[in-house]
């Protein structure tokens, strides 16, 4: 079921299932800016990823000497939420696992998503409640897919992409093959990127320690910026097309705390490269925030 929220800027729809945002409407412009879910090219808009990011090494992974199946990006997109309030400008849902995960996460948690709006933007905050009696192992990321060009007269290259990375911390950019990820450097400065089918042509463009994302037409200066203040990873992404040299129309910007597995896993999650660990008991809470212009 889709739940409305909106004020004097945006409309937005949330489906619960997933708790997946599926539009943002400018009202001022008349701007739509999600990705419409077409499975053509992608068939989801904005999924929250759980309980891991990205891929495994041969999907599947070791824990107290268990072997556990799963596929990429865990299963936390499919879940039916339920409603837990709902306000004009705010809506939020919650699930907990309730045994249902055990063959795939032998972890019990409760997890509870919401949206605020706040002018022109939208936070997304995230709660994740350990209700083991032992610590608990998981990654969770964000997924949205910002439509591009917004415009008819407008192309993919006259969009561009600005990083603000962390004042206090090395950016390192990160490479995918077969899905499994490898360091490819440290990258003391980021120039502005303008958006061509090639970045994507290797899947996702990957940094860690990026505090902003601006993705932007240089015609009009429409467009939105994603902020995750602190989060340790993004990925920027598109499907490609190796037979045309073309994108699908949207660009993801993917706010991470998590990453797919390194080419040197062990595969014990709790060895896992960027993983979180949260003790019995305790709550994990993380937010970021979308500015539609």
């Known amino acids: 079921m889709k739940q409305t929220i909106e004020n004097e800027w945006l409309k937005v729809e949330i489906e619960s299932n997933g708790a997946e945002i599926q539009s943002v409407e400018h009202k001022k412009n008349t701007l739509k800016y999600m990705w419409t879910g077409d499975s ?4 989801r808009v904005a999924p929250v990823l759980f309980p891991i990011v990205g891929r495994l090494k041969e999907d599947q992974y070791h824990l107290d000497g268990q072997t556990y199946e799963m596929s990429q990006h865990g299963f936390l997109r499919d879940v039916d939420f339920e409603l837990s309030s709902l306000s004009a400008e705010h809506v939020s849902f919650k699930v907990a696992s309730d045994g249902r995960f055990k063959n795939i996460f032998p972890y019990e948690f409760k997890a509870t998503i919401t949206y605020s709006l706040h002018q022109d933007s939208l936070s997304v905050d995230w709660k ?25 007269n407008e192309g993919l290259e006259d969009y ?39 970045l994507f042509a290797k899947d996702a463009m990957i940094y860690s320690h990026i505090d902003r994302i601006e993705l932007a037409s240089t015609k009009l200066n429409h467009g939105v910026e994603v902020v995750f203040t602190d989060f340790p990873f993004v990925g920027i992404w598109s499907k490609y097309n190796e037979e045309n040299n073309t994108i699908a129309p949207f660009v993801c910007i993917e706010p991470w705390c998590g990453i797919a597995d390194m080419h ?20 994990f809470q993380k937010e970021y925030t979308m500015i539609f212009k």
């Open 40 to 43: 053509a090219y992608w068939g």
């Open 128 to 152: 994740i409640e350990n209700q083991n009696d032992t610590e608990m192992y998981f990654s969770i990321g964000a997924h949205p897919a910002f439509r591009i060009p917004l415009l008819e």
């Open 160 to 198: 561009q992409l600005t990083f603000t990375p962390n004042p206090d911390k090395e950016v390192m950019e990160y490479g995918l093959e077969n899905a499994l990820v490898h360091e490819k450097g440290i990258r003391n400065h980021l120039p502005d990127i303008t958006l061509q089918p090639d």
């Open 264 to 283: 040197d896993t062990t595969g014990d999650l709790k060895e896992k490269f960027g993983m979180n660990r949260l003790e019995a008991d305790e709550v």
